[in-house]
């Protein structure tokens, strides 16, 4: 189980959950200053930041799994530095690409599918001085290929939902996009 959930941090929640209403997300956690959103295929999560600070405006990529013990094991033999670690919400997967950029996938209940009826999906666009590791990082947790991009990114897919574009960029930052076309490149 992989689905996709970029998280964005705001010092405008409420503004921007309504903006993912309106591109026909639904609110499916709300803890006030951290929110989830459902696009049918793919989440994004929300979360208060203070204004002006580093992180206001800023996107992290992320993933929600059924089990992370079981996420890390198989990531590591596929040959993807992983770990179980602790953040602010509880136990979770900490994943390290070869640059050190890492990012986290959280252990959820909810193992629904992707709606072939979704108005629209979530993509976490990935930029990276170093698309090839980033592409094999992705494959490594358990992402599928869909298609490659000019300069060596690509498309992957999650199967419980969402997809992740990795593009040459010249540091690792994460934009949150939301579509009605996945299969074209962001």
């Known amino acids: 189980m992989l689905r996709v959930r970029p998280v964005h941090f705001t010092s405008d929640l409420d ?11 639904k609110c499916v956690e709300n803890h006030g200053d951290w929110r989830v959103f459902d696009s049918g ?3 994004a999560g929300l979360h208060r930041a203070e204004a ?4 206001d405006g800023t996107t992290v990529l992320g993933f929600e799994v059924r089990d992370h013990e079981i996420f890390v094991r198989r990531t590591l033999a596929d040959g993807t530095r992983a770990e179980v ?7 979770t997967a900490r994943v390290t690409a070869p640059d050190g950029f890492n990012f986290l996938a959280d252990p959820v209940t909810d193992l629904s599918l992707p709606n072939p009826a979704s108005p629209c999906s979530v993509t976490a666009i990935w930029h990276t001085p170093d698309p090839a590791a980033a592409n094999k990082v992705l494959a490594d947790i358990g992402a599928r290929h869909e298609q ?6 690509a498309l992957f897919s999650a199967k419980n939902g969402g997809f992740v574009a990795t593009h040459k960029g010249a540091a690792n930052v994460v934009e ?10 962001p």
Request: hydrophobic residues 25%; proline residues 5%.
């Open 176 to 185: 949150l996009e939301m579509g009605n076309d996945a299969e074209s490149e």
């Open 85 to 91: 670690a602790d953040s602010r919400h509880g136990s």
């Open 15 to 25: 503004g921007c959950a309504a903006q993912l209403e309106v591109q026909g997300l």
């Open 148 to 153: 490659d991009y000019p300069g060596g990114g």
């Open 52 to 55: 002006g600070s580093p992180m």
């Open 41 to 43: 295929n793919g989440k």
